[in-house]
């Protein structure tokens, strides 16, 4: 009989509140149910140790989301060789960055999931991370990464190698219209909370409060929109007229952060006079009934790898208004399954975020086209087969290599 796959996962976070931290819980989910032998090295506590209790993985806490410190090295070190995995998936730059010099067979069974090309940001410190991930890449057996975007980027930065690199797209378990269906009540108590009438469109941005997702910028643009306002320069009398005003909406904010951080958002609220037209919201477990109860999913990140929420967004049959950056023109293909606008051009926002609230017909289509598009392309079962796939190209090439020294 032959012995089942042994995977160890590596994760520097252990709450799933991240993108990365959300794709290893679910993946970890999905191989315990295949019966795969599983470990899991991540800091002590949180939602993934929760989680390895309850699918019967072994867990190893480490300080994993602390300094690269060699102590560390050595005791993931002892866990690999403890463990014997064939496989050493680690989830993220900050795991690998850990996990390569820790496994002495890293060129043959490591495997680095790049959730975001982020190296070459950072300040100063910038050039030591794109040092390091250059000397890192050697050490590794294959590379995933999240959308083609990062794949593409990644080797142009030379943090990977594409000919040891595919794409797997983050995956969701994705809604049947009689599940979203069923929601109506809760959509419905969702709208109550953000104090949005029927008859009034309701945007959505789900967020952690940090500069990437760049809340602020987004709040001037909705300012504008609703100060019926345009910051492009005064139209001279020759050119047409201006498009009809977008009609009033509401804002409602989901996004996690410190007292401080939530303070200042809302300060920054109340400096632009949104007090009434802006609703800041405490962070939910399920996202789905917000996702069904708005009319557009705002995402005006200044950097993306594959996110989740617009996925979700668009599986709920939202409409998407979003940032050309990461892989988000891979999730909606603009303009059929939604709006794209520049990353950090508060002009181009404030012009899709008008388009986009005063037309709800393009919405409906868009929003219809980008839930099919989920529907085929990224579901948690494929994002599952494809990896295990992948575990088994690398366990192959291993095979194969020793029985080319016997």
């Not at 089942?4 to 994760?11: D, F, T, W």
């Not at 993934?48 to 300080?63: C, E, M, Q, V």
């Not at 996004?255 to 962070?283: F, N, Y």
Request: hydrophobic letters at 45%; charged letters at 20%.
């Amino acid at each position: 009989m032959t012995a089942p796959m042994s995977i160890l996962l590596v994760a520097a976070a252990n709450a799933t509140t991240g993108g990365g931290e959300r794709h290893t819980a679910d993946l970890a989910c999905a191989l315990a149910d295949r019966g795969v032998r599983l470990g899991i090295a991540a800091p002590a506590g949180g939602d993934l140790a929760r989680i390895a209790n309850t699918i019967g993985a072994d867990y190893f806490p480490l300080p994993l989301d602390g300094a690269l410190r060699p102590k560390t090295i050595r005791a993931l070190r002892g866990v690999i060789c403890q463990f014997a995995p064939d496989i050493v998936h680690a989830q993220g730059a900050r795991a690998a960055a850990f996990a390569r010099p820790a496994d002495p067979q890293a060129r043959r069974r490591l495997i680095y999931t790049v959730h975001g090309i982020h190296a070459d940001q950072g300040g100063p410190v910038r050039f030591a991370k794109l040092a390091l991930e250059r000397v890192l890449r050697r050490r590794t057996a294959q590379f995933i990464t999240v959308c083609a975007a990062d794949k593409e980027r990644g080797a142009h930065l030379r943090l990977l190698d594409p000919q040891r690199s595919r794409v797997i797209y983050n995956g969701i378990a994705v809604h049947t219209e009689e599940a979203l269906k069923a929601l109506a009540s809760e959509s419905a108590a969702f709208r109550e909370e953000a104090g949005t009438a029927p008859d009034t469109p309701l945007l959505l941005h789900v967020g952690r409060i940090c500069p990437q997702k760049n809340q602020p910028q987004l709040l001037e643009a909705f300012s504008a929109v609703l100060a019926e306002a345009t910051l492009a320069p005064q139209a001279l009398p020759a050119q047409p007229p201006a498009r009809p005003l977008a009609p009033r909406a509401i804002l409602a904010l989901i996004s996690a952060g410190s007292a401080q951080q939530r303070s200042e958002l809302a300060a920054c609220i109340e400096r632009l006079g949104l007090t009434s037209s802006v609703r800041l919201l405490p962070p939910r477990p399920d996202l789905t009934a917000a996702f069904v109860a708005a009319d557009l999913f705002v995402l005006p990140s200044l950097w993306e790898g594959f996110p989740y929420t617009i996925i979700e967004a668009a599986d709920a049959g939202c409409a998407i208004v979003t940032t050309d950056v990461g892989g988000n023109k891979e999730a909606i293909l603009p303009p059929q399954e939604g709006w794209l606008a520049p990353p950090d051009d508060l002009s181009a926002l404030t012009e899709v975020l008008t388009e986009a609230i005063g037309n709800p017909e393009q919405r409906q289509q868009r929003a219809a086209r980008a839930k099919a598009h989920v529907d085929a392309a990224f579901t948690l079962e494929a994002m599952v087969e494809q990896t295990v796939a992948c575990y088994q190209d690398v366990i192959d090439s291993v095979q194969e290599e020793e029985r080319a020294h016997v």
